[in-house]
């Protein structure tokens, strides 16, 4: 047996203990995978953390843009591990630390996509997160000196009011969106605007185009058509129905950085939006395990001067597309 330990990040935590959570699962490659689509491709942003979630149900993931006009979701829920022991802490509560994102994956993909991964936090004095995994008879240990925060985030607002079907579509083939996204990156700049129209399926003209994305700059502009037949599933909510269309607009840089690397990673994707413009893209992650849920939600251009809304709530617990409700487990499901 070759041990090896190895020391993934120097962050110091100062606060006390606050439940536990014990896991193991067949593949560390499928954390590391979820954690490569909650990094958010934004070009200033350098030592991003992520925002971890222990409870009974599992693990939650939350990735933020500097905006907030972006945020990433993964989740690993509890029927994913082999063994999973959750201790909330007192009155009940939740585990919510604070992760740093590149030095988590290096310790992930130290070994092949085969390495079975263990999890315990807290460990030792410093409450530290440490795991271990193991490969043929190799072992490495990694230790991750995280932040404990004394108290839960504030939640992202529910993306769906009760009793709202929304806008979507959701492709054949998963590569689908990738390819399309695919096309703007070179577009990708400051205020560049992403046009989305989606259209009133037209069931006699099943190569019509039932999505349209579109960006243009003052030198270059490029346009994607989604044919209807590529589809699996298409609709409108029922006053876009009713108009024969909606169009909503977005930043190209916030769309990009929350959902490309996701769609690269993806065997299933659905994309939905809500009555107030925000864009829900859903995405199952392929795996070695059970299935692997991420969601990216992006707010829409709410004016003129080309400025996003943002996803938290404000003082009053409202945010510019309706009122907080509940966290955004709301929109998982396919």
């Known amino acids: 047996c070759v041990a090896a330990e190895r020391t993934c990040q120097t962050m110091a935590s100062h606060l006390p203990p606050a439940g536990s959570v014990e896991c193991r699962l067949d593949s560390a ?18 030592d991003q953390r992520v925002l971890c979630e222990a409870s009974d149900n599992g693990l939650k993931f939350t990735a933020q843009s500097n905006g907030k006009d972006v945020a990433v979701l993964g989740w690993v829920f509890k029927d994913a591990f082999r063994q999973y022991n959750f201790e909330p802490g007192p009155g009940d ?14 310790c992930l993909t130290i070994f092949t996509d085969r390495a079975a991964l263990s999890l315990r936090y ?15 008879g190799a072992v490495t240990e990694c230790r991750l000196k995280t932040l404990l925060l004394d108290e839960a985030p504030v939640p992202i607002s529910a993306f769906l009011a009760p009793g709202e079907r929304p806008s979507c579509f959701r492709f054949r083939q ?6 399309a996204l695919n096309e703007f990156i070179e ?36 346009e994607v058509e989604l044919p209807q037949h590529t589809l699996e599933e298409h609709e409108l909510d029922a ?46 992650l392929k795996s070695r395990g059970q299935q692997l849920f991420c969601e990216a939600l992006v707010c829409p251009v709410v004016d003129r001067g080309m400025h996003a809304s943002t996803l938290y709530p404000d003082d009053r ?17 396919f």
């Not at 919510?96 to 994102?101: A, D, E, R, T, Y």
């Not at 998963?174 to 390819?179: D, G, H, R, S, V």
């Not at 046009?195 to 243009?216: C, E, H, K, Y």
């Open 239 to 284: 006053r876009s129905a009713a108009a024969g269309e909606v169009t909503h607009n977005y930043l190209l840089s916030s769309v990009l950085a929350g959902c490309l690397k996701a769609a690269k990673e993806s065997r299933a994707v659905k994309v939905r939006f809500n009555q107030h413009g925000v864009m829900s893209n859903q995405f199952i």
């Open 29 to 46: 490659n499928d954390l590391a995978a979820l954690l490569s689509a909650l990094s958010l491709r934004e070009k200033d942003q350098k």
């Open 93 to 106: 509560e939740n585990i919510h630390l604070k992760l740093p994102v590149a030095p988590l994956l290096s």
């Open 174 to 179: 998963a590569e689908a969106w990738q390819l």
């Open 317 to 333: 617990g409202a945010t510019p597309y309706g009122a907080t409700l509940t966290a955004a487990e709301e929109s998982l499901g």
């Open 122 to 136: 807290p460990s030792g004095v410093a409450n530290e997160l440490r795991f271990s995994l193991e490969e043929d």
């Open 187 to 222: 577009l990708d700049a400051p205020d560049v605007v992403l046009r989305i129209t989606l259209r009133a399926a037209d069931a006699g003209r099943p190569d019509a185009a039932a999505v349209t994305l579109r960006a243009q700059t003052i030198n270059s502009d490029a």
